[in-house]
């Protein structure tokens, strides 16, 4: 099973910062009221799922990881 890591969908992201403070590891940060998620940092634990007002985040595989 490979890991699970955090995904925004930045068009859904309202930059309200909820799930920056969230997040245990710091692996979130919002620039320009887009939220924006560092892969390396994330453990995929999904806290930031649950508090995502907007639905915006979701867990893909890591090997599923939309490319930038
Ligand atoms: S899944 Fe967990 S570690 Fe990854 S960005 Fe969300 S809150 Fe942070
Ligand atoms: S909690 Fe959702 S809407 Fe708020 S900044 Fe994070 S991704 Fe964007």
Do not use: F, H
């Not at 992201?13 to 940060?29: F, H, Q, R, Y």
């Not at 799922?49 to 890591?62: H, K, N, W």
Request: proline share 4%.
């Amino acid at each position: 099973m490979p890991d699970q890591k955090s995904y925004i969908n930045t068009d859904m992201c309202l930059g309200c910062g909820t799930c920056e403070d969230t997040c245990s590891t710091s692996a979130i940060t919002v620039e320009d009221q887009k939220a924006k998620v560092s892969i390396e940092v994330c453990i995929g634990c999904g806290a930031c799922v649950d508090v995502c007002i907007s639905g915006a985040i979701s867990l893909v595989p890591e090997d599923q990881y939309p490319q930038k």
